[in-house]
């Protein structure tokens, strides 16, 4: 019992560093932080809501977008959850947060995983597309876009809310005083 109590926090916080699957290997020169490449349009993909309707992701130009690649069963995207929840909420003006789902689940499961997270923005089902482009090899995988839809950040793994407060914050038009 003992042993537990000293294993389990050190898993914890691998899975928080390296996401969930990932093998903790990234390209070469790409620092830990995926494959989509920085100041790079990021292509305009289609997705398909719960509902399987197409969208495409070009509608959210003009404001910041957070881009994450989650399931609802990795513990670290359930801790950046709230995060993405609250930024949303704060800079609404400004941010659309997307929840692109990897889950197997049915789409009742994955529904209720939103309600129950009280997720307040979009979600839908992520593509292997996607997950080629940006080298999708575990999750949570958040891209940062600024407002003409290149990619600013990408990160593999758990990040607290501030470093997604300080992109946005970043990217935000300058208040004049």
């Known amino acids: 019992m003992k042993l537990f109590r000293w294993i389990a926090p050190i898993l914890i916080l691998g899975l928080m560093a390296g996401g969930c699957q990932g093998s903790g290997k990234t390209p070469a020169g790409n620092q830990g932080h995926g494959q989509a490449v920085a100041n790079q349009p990021f292509p305009d993909f289609s997705v398909k ?3 399987n309707q197409t969208v495409l992701l070009s509608q959210y130009r003009g404001k910041i977008m957070i ?4 399931a609802t069963w990795c513990p670290p995207c359930r801790m ?3 995060h993405f929840v609250a930024l ?3 800079y609404a003006d400004r941010l659309a947060v997307v929840g692109l789902s990897y889950d197997q689940a ?3 499961k994955v529904k209720a995983f939103a309600s129950e997270m009280k997720i307040n923005y979009d979600l839908y089902w992520g593509s292997e ?3 080629k482009h940006v080298g999708l090899r575990g999750i949570p995988h958040t891209l940062v876009l600024d407002t003409e ?3 600013v950040r990408s990160y593999v793994g758990y ?3 501030i470093v997604f407060e300080k992109d946005i914050l970043a990217l935000s038009p300058k208040q004049e005083e």
Do not use: M
């Open 49 to 51: 809501t719960f509902d």
């Open 67 to 70: 881009l994450d690649l989650f």
């Open 80 to 82: 950046e959850i709230p």
């Open 88 to 90: 949303q909420e704060q």
């Open 106 to 108: 049915p789409v009742k």
């Open 129 to 131: 597309e996607i997950a």
């Open 149 to 151: 839809g290149r990619v």
């Open 159 to 161: 990040r607290d809310k």
